[in-house]
């Protein structure tokens, strides 16, 4: 999720101040994603080749409440992307280095599920393109307990979700999907929650 701190070097300039000190996501350059570093990503699901040509699919954790952290409200929800200026925004505030790498892996144009994460009610709620630009609204709000039964069946049968790092590595903020993942999951809103 999105929160403050310094850019990461290479990154687009300073950061954007809006009222009241919060900030404001700002566009962020394709030179800004860099290649990927040491970050080891065999140990996802999504990574093949030893993490040459890692995914093309990615889910992107933010917190949609309200939350102050050393004094800025970190809120970032699918609603607040929306209103951005050409609903495109900065993913920055990443903390965790391997969610860091997965984020400079990341290319124009790769689509991701926008996930809403630290409320009461976790789940994907839209579609977004890197850079992190608004595509659409889930046509159902897909949550966590239901990705979870299905996590959970998928391990036992060998289905597309048995490796999901949304289980595997919960504490990332940045996660890699496989196609097969990824497919998976939206075809998910066209039916019944289970």
């Given amino acids: 999720m999105p929160k403050p701190r310094k850019r990461l ?3 687009a300039g300073p950061d954007n101040k809006g009222p009241v000190g919060k900030r404001t996501k700002a566009k962020n350059p394709a030179g800004a994603l860099a290649a990927m570093g040491n970050s080891s990503p065999e140990k ?3 990574s093949k080749n030893g993490g040459k040509n890692l995914s093309s699919y990615w889910l992107m954790k933010s917190e949609p409440e309200s939350r102050l952290e050393k004094g800025v ?3 970032f929800s699918i609603e607040d992307l929306k ?3 050409k ?3 900065c993913w920055d505030g990443v903390r965790n280095y391997q969610a ?6 990341m290319k ?3 689509e991701a599920f926008f996930y809403h994460s630290n409320c009461k009610e976790p789940g994907i709620a839209g579609l977004v393109k890197v850079d992190v630009q608004f595509v659409r609204m889930m046509k159902r709000y897909i949550t966590l307990a239901e990705l979870k039964t299905h996590y959970q069946a998928h391990k036992t049968t060998g289905g597309p979700l048995k490796d999901m790092a949304l289980f595997t590595r919960q504490r990332l903020s940045v996660q890699p999907l ?3 993942e990824f497919y998976f999951i939206l075809s998910l809103e066209e039916k019944e929650p289970s």
């Fill in 44 to 46: 996802t699901s999504a």
């Fill in 108 to 110: 124009l144009e790769q």
């Fill in 178 to 180: 496989t196609p097969e």
């Fill in 100 to 105: 860091r790498n997965f984020l400079r892996a």
């Fill in 87 to 89: 609903q495109t925004a």
């Fill in 83 to 85: 209103a951005e200026p």
């Fill in 9 to 11: 070097s290479g990154a």
């Fill in 73 to 75: 409200d970190v809120k």
